[in-house]
């Protein structure tokens, strides 16, 4: 199934039948992804009393509870609900699902004991032109990302000269494979993400960020388009499955 995209006064065509998926399914085992301390998810049959909502136990179908949170337990995408005093959903700040992309590949750089993703790093290999999304892949890649335990290991983040860059050139989206684009114990300073929704400012309401995909290594840096599929959850983030599509320049 192909379309014909006019974006920027050039004509792309993708391919609808060849998504790339690009998030980590959310799983009720110890095994999935996890981080911010908290215990994995859980799925499991309903059960009242002597009744279990499970058809290998005798019931008419299955009906299972689900407890998550979606900041720690998959790939999900948050509004600037996550560091306002005001309720903002992203349900309703999140009202378009389409967007022009950029997938960026980087080995974030040692800085003290940590590891970080500079505005250098970010002038060097983003792309000339208009994109509506930035995707972020570090290095190293390994599958592992699938199902590491985050919490208490100071994964790598942006500094917050990156995420100013990144809002300056007017990216509304950004997508990265980490568990947050802070710092994990930085006493509630959330450098990044405050910068890239301009919180001391006018208010980015319509800006998202997507923390904890994944991006396979055979899919290669270079322009995409992004469908960003959100559950509709009235909350300040909700679990996320953004689909890449490689675009061809007619």
Known sequence: MLAKIEYNNREYQID????????????????????WYLDHPKIEPHREGNF??????GAAIN???????PHAHGTHTECVGHITKEFHSINSNLNTYFFAAELLTIAPEKR??????????????????????????????TKAKRSRQYSHTNPPYM??????????KGVGHLLIDLPSVDKEKDNGELFAHRAFWNFNGEL?????????????NRIKDGKYFLNLQVAPFVNDASPSRPVLFEAEAR
């Open 16 to 35: 609808l039948s060849k998504p790339l998926d690009i998030s980590i399914p959310l799983k009720g085992e110890a095994s999935n992804v996890n981080a």
């Open 52 to 57: 279990v909502a499970k058809v290998s136990e």
């Open 63 to 69: 009906f299972n509870d689900i407890w998550f949170n």
């Open 112 to 141: 003290g004991d940590d590891f970080v993703i500079s505005k250098k790093q970010l002038e060097y290999v983003l792309g000339e032109g208009q994109r509506d999304a930035v995707v972020i892949r570090t290095l190293p890649n």
């Open 159 to 168: 500094l917050e000269e990156a995420a100013i860059f990144l809002r300056e």
């Open 204 to 216: 980015r309401k319509l800006a998202t960020i997507t923390e904890l995909i994944f991006v396979p």
